[in-house]
């Protein structure tokens, strides 16, 4: 069965919705983010403090590679990961691509509450995600499903991904 890959922007609900879709169709859940802090043993803000971005890129780009080998599984990805095309492409290779989007303002109230971001660790964070989307968003054009989570809660977008796997033939049996 192939994997179900979340991206989209900082905040717009991946691993909240991904844990959440993992739950109800009973298959694993990985967070690429999280796989990286385990293996490295620190945390994604001392990964880019002690070694930069640059290293993180190449560690999150082996650890992609990695998880689009599995199979069955719900994927959350960070929000960096369209930066690489050879990232999209694994995900790609065994993954149905689900894109969930926000509004600028609703990104900043969600990332406000939690300061675990490196690239927002700045005196002006609202405009750092606006230029930031501003230069993303063309790199957000590969998926199979794209769901806006504004005013969604996760429960809702978890229903409208099943609904959509549904639809395409994706599910057998459970969910
Ligand atoms: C990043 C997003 C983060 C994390 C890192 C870089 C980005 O993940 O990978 O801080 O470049 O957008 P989330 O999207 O889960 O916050």
Not at 34 to 63: A, N, P, T, Y
Not at 123 to 134: G, R, V
């Amino acid at each position: 069965m192939r994997n179900i890959v979340l991206i989209g922007f900082m905040g717009t609900g991946k691993t909240t919705t991904g844990k959440m879709l993992a739950n109800r169709l009973h298959r694993p859940f990985v967070d690429v983010d999280r796989k990286i802090e385990q293996q490295l043993e620190l945390e994604i803000s001392q990964i880019f403090e002690k070694h930069g971005e640059h290293f993180f890129r190449d560690v999150e780009k082996r650890m992609v590679a990695k998880v689009s080998r599995y199979t069955n599984t719900v994927i959350a990805t960070g929000g960096g990961v369209v930066l690489s095309s050879a990232n999209l492409k694994n995900l790609r290779m065994n993954g149905i691509i689900v894109l969930l989007t926000a509004s600028l303002d609703v990104i900043y109230e969600r990332t406000e509450r939690r300061k675990t971001r490196p690239l927002l660790e700045c005196e002006d964070k609202f405009n750092k995600i606006a230029d930031l989307l501003a230069q993303r968003q063309d790199l957000y054009n590969e998926y199979d499903l794209k769901i806006d989570t504004s005013s969604l809660p996760p429960a809702e977008v978890v229903e409208q991904i099943i609904l959509f796997l549904r639809q395409g033939g994706y599910l057998r049996g459970r969910g």
